[in-house]
């Protein structure tokens, strides 16, 4: 008899995240890059979507990216002359053809940052 021979298929390993380390502090001069490191690819409907949390003000922010790095928007930085701790997360979300997102799995684990008020 003849076994089937296994079709191979592509995995993704959840990201992880790189930088900033966790507790990291910016000044108000300063922009926040996120890093994350992942060992397989994105598929052509994958993108990754990073969640950012100010724990003081409540605001949530979110992008969604194709690369491995996100440099936060001036605009995300706080204004009321006080230092604010941030929570980011980083998943894989799978989106359809209006860029919406369908899914999302292997999310990492909230990391932490300071960042300085303009």
Same mark, same amino acid.
């Given at each position: 008899?003849?076994s089937p021979?296994p ?13 900033p380390?966790?507790g990291?502090h910016?000044n108000a001069? *300063? ?11 994105? @598929?052509?409907d994958?993108?990754y979507? &990073?969640? &950012? /949390? ?18 936060l928007? @001036? @605009?995300? *930085?706080?204004?009321d002359?006080?230092? /604010?701790t941030?929570?980011?997360?980083v998943?894989?979300? *799978?989106?359809?053809? *209006?860029?919406?997102? &369908?899914?999302?799995? /292997? ?12």
């Amino acid at each position: 008899t003849l076994s089937p021979t296994p079709t191979p298929t592509g995995t993704f390993n959840a990201p992880y995240p790189i930088t900033p380390e966790e507790g990291a502090h910016f000044n108000a001069d *300063q922009m926040v890059t996120l890093r994350w490191g992942g060992t397989g690819t994105l @598929g052509t409907d994958e993108r990754y979507l &990073v969640r &950012v /949390h100010d724990l003081e003000s409540g605001m949530e922010y979110m992008a969604m990216v194709s690369e491995p790095v996100y440099i936060l928007p @001036g @605009g995300w *930085q706080p204004v009321d002359r006080n230092r /604010h701790t941030f929570e980011w997360t980083v998943s894989v979300a *799978q989106v359809n053809e *209006q860029r919406n997102v &369908v899914s999302e799995r /292997h999310e990492t684990e909230p990391r932490k940052f300071t960042w300085d008020s303009r």
